[in-house]
Structure formats: structure tokens, C-alpha cells
């Protein structure tokens, strides 16, 4: 763990037992003069776990002024190819004054870090907390729920981030909040309208944000009045130093001064080479959004990516919304929301059938599934109806909880491959 004052002096500490686990030295990006310098050397946020995936990138970046004093962040490209997105030090701070203004942010507040540093959704805390001079506490601890809330309250912890995943189990374990925490930034992904209502219920006080690497974490956020009114993840406060649009399929375009410079990617040989983002053209996403004014504000509705909308029957079909009435009837029937999803197969008849992935382990786990999916089907189009059930002992997920596309995709495949479901509900 880290404790320290981003706006203080920087004092190293030796690895010590405390209650909450082991502290580490301090990061260099809680030391003020790290951002300072735009001159520095490359900064390589790395997964300790795939430090193989950073070889020659710090040598490849010192050999041109473009892309020797950016920060980079790991990422997966839509082939899977692995990309490092490049992001300038002033760039992470602008977008830090962002979100520190938007959330109200001032030197009183203490910052929970319980995301991987190697992330831009930690890291970016870390430049919230040198612009504002609040203070952090950061936690390499394994991620438990009880021992979340009992942190924020030993450490008097104000705001934090986290993913959906987390605010599930906050949820699921029925933990209440402590009353000094004011606003927990969720990114990584949805959460669903009904699951953020249940975390207010417990005083979590959960604001949906959306984002990406390429822009040093937040493009639009819940407004803290939502906190008041109600969560409402459709309809999501643009920052201020973002310019947002839309292409005319809906394809959201951000221009602004903490937009990533380029990315840097290494190919199957190993070579590395750049790829610069236009700052003056911006960035064009494969997310489908809704933009819209109310007042002088710029607001902003995630419909889903590009990847996320499949042809069945000749009619297109959002996966996220279906997978929103997916959760809303595994609420209903007191099932885990991160034990079944929707997965979309290629058919020649149909174009697409739907697939119900869930876990199980046994003839009962089997036949819940099946009356799932029947509960799920009932009062839809046909051409939303799940078409198949497949039961798998584990859904592949990331460390940070989120669905490991990949992984899904290798295993359906798998499994499909071996037996294809024919189980129709048309």
C-alpha cells in the first residue's frame, strides 16, 4: 500500500506490516516533479504480471521527441493485437482538472485506490491528487467488499473509483457505506440502472463515467447531482475539455487537449512502430452515442460499440440492451449477474443466433439455465429470444472483473465445435 499526500514532500518507505497489508515505495507519479518534466524519459505503466509485453518499448520511444516523454498504458487492439496508447503529461493533467472540477475536488478530499496503478483509471488518480493537493490511499490488497468499506472508513477516504464488478459485490454482500465517502467514479464498463439504484439504496454513491485509455480516463461523468436525483447512467455530463460529436451512424468523435498522441505497437516480429492520433481531426471511437445540449451543458448516452450490435432475422439487435434484460431477470431470481451473458454466434439462416453462456456444474445448475432462458424469452420479438444454452464450469473474466471477450469467444467456440446447441426457442 501507498499513503501519502500527492502535494507534499515525498518521503520513501521502507516495506513495512500494517493492518492493511504490506506498503510499497512510492510511486513515482505521486512525486510532484514527475509532472513537471516533459522533457522525461518515457514512463511505461506495466503489468507486473506481463512485463514481457513492455520489451523494447522504453528504447523504441527514447528514439524520437514525439513519443520519448509520454506515458504509456497498455491496451488491446479490435484484432487483438496489442497497443500501448502514448498519452503526454499535460494531457493526463488536463483531464485530471477536469475531473477534479466536475466532482468538486479540493485539497480535503482523500482518494481510495483500489485499482492497478497500471491502469489509467489508478493512475489517473495520482494526477487528480497533484492538481488538487488531496491526499491517497492506495491498496494492493485483494479485493474483498467487507474489507473495501472497512478501508474507507479507517482511512477517511472521500471519493474512489472502481468497476462494475466491484460495485456488485458491495451490493451482493448487503455492505453499507461509510458516511464520509461522497462519490465513487464507476469505468471499466455498464452498470446496469438497476444494480446502481440497489448501491444508493446502501449509501454507495455510485456516478457511471465513460471513458477510455486514449483519454486519460473520463470523457463524461454522472453529475454529483445524480447522487440527489437518482442514478441515471443514460445521461452522462461531457467535461469540460472535451469537444464531442457524433458521426452520422452515431460513431462519437472527442477532440481536446488530453487526448492520447499515438500508439505505439509491436508487431509479430517484434519491431515496434508508431501510429499518431490527429488531434486536429480527433478521435473517432466504434462507440455509438447519443449527444445532446441541456442548457450549457453537453451531455451524452453510451448506446453500445460497434461490435455490439448484431443482424438477426435481418433486424440489428443491441447485445448490451439485451444483456440489461438478462440482468434484470437474474435480479428476479436471486441469481449471481456475473454467472450467464449473451454471446452471439454466426448462422447461416439466421445471420446471428444468441447463445445463453452460463455457469454450472451439474444437471440442476443445467436445467436453471434453460428455465433462464425461458424466463428470458418470454414477451420478446423472436428475433431477440435466446436461441441456445450453453453451460461452461466458468466465464472468462479479467483481473479487474470485466468479461474476457477473447476468452468467451475461444471457449464457445470450443464448445461448439464439439456439439453444437440446437435448442430453439423461435
Known sequence: MTNSNCSGLLR??????????????????????????????????????????????AAFAALRAETRPL?????????GVPKWVGLSRAAVQVSARAVNAHLESTAADRWLIALPLHHVGGFSILARCHESGASFFHTEEKWS???????CVAQGITLASLVPAQVYDLVQA?????????????????LSKELGIRALELGW????????TETASQVATEPLEHLRAGYDPESLEVLPCWNVDATPDGALI????????GYAMRSADGAWRWQAIDAEAGFTTRDRVQVWWHGTHRFLRFVGRESSFVKVLGELVSLPALQQRLERVLIGEGIDLRSALIWPVPDARKDTRLLLVGEGQNRHDAARLENLSARFNQDIPGYERLDAVLMVSAIPRTP????????????????VAKSSPQHSYE
Open 12 to 57: 520513501s518507505v521502507k516495506p513495512s506490516r500494517s493492518l492493511h497489508g504490506t506498503f510499497s515505495m512510492t510511486h513515482p507519479a505521486a512525486h510532484p516533479d514527475f509532472w513537471k518534466d516533459e522533457h522525461a524519459s518515457a514512463y511505461i505503466a506495466t503489468n507486473p504480471h506481463r512485463v514481457e509485453d513492455a520489451a523494447g518499448l
Open 71 to 79: 506515458i504509456y498504458f497498455q491496451t488491446s487492439g479490435s484484432e
Open 145 to 151: 467488499a467487507p474489507s473495501f468499506a472497512s478501508l
Open 174 to 190: 448487503k455492505v453499507e457505506a461509510p458516511g464520509k465517502l461522497r462519490a465513487i467514479v464507476v469505468g471499466g464498463g455498464g
Open 205 to 212: 454513491p455510485v456516478l457511471q463515467s465513460y471513458g477510455m
Open 254 to 261: 472527442v477532440r481536446g487537449a488530453a487526448l492520447a498522441s
Open 400 to 415: 479487474l472483473g470485466k468479461v474476457d471477450a477473447r476468452g468467451v469467444a475461444q471457449l464457445v467456440a470450443s464448445h
